[in-house]
């Protein structure tokens, strides 16, 4: 069963900006890191950020400064606030939970949402 949802995707201008949001199970979300992930036609998933139980964050280079990872525990969801946004940010993104101490730079082991389009016109 899908046990992480993804909303919050569309179509916006260079420059704009969207909010994504991912709704998780209680169990999953205060047991595990959550991360956004996207990947773009013909290319590997990659990281976009993540934030640990203990609210430690890492970002892409490439959104560093512009996206802003957060979670909310009361209603167990993470968020990610995409500011002016980049044509080449146009990908599928993906929430995933996963161990605090596990590798996430790739496609790590854990759970998936089915994906929310991102798409940023110039």
């Known amino acids: 069963q899908v046990q992480l949802v993804e909303s919050g995707g569309g179509l916006v201008q260079a420059g704009g900006s969207l909010r994504l949001s991912c709704a998780a199970s209680r169990r999953i979300f205060r047991s595990n890191a959550m991360g956004w992930y996207r990947q773009a036609p013909g290319k590997q998933r990659e990281l976009v950020a993540r934030i640990t139980t203990g609210d430690n964050t890492n970002y892409a280079d490439s959104v560093k400064g512009r996206f802003t990872i957060s979670r909310d525990n009361a209603k167990n969801t993470v968020y990610l606030q995409m500011n002016s946004l980049k044509p080449e940010d146009t990908a599928v993104y993906y929430c995933?939970?996963?161990?605090?101490?596990?590798?996430?730079?790739?496609?790590?082991?854990?759970?998936w949402g089915q994906g929310t389009q991102v798409t940023v016109s110039s």
């Open positions: 995933n939970a996963g161990s605090d101490y596990s590798d996430y730079h790739g496609a790590p082991v854990g759970y």
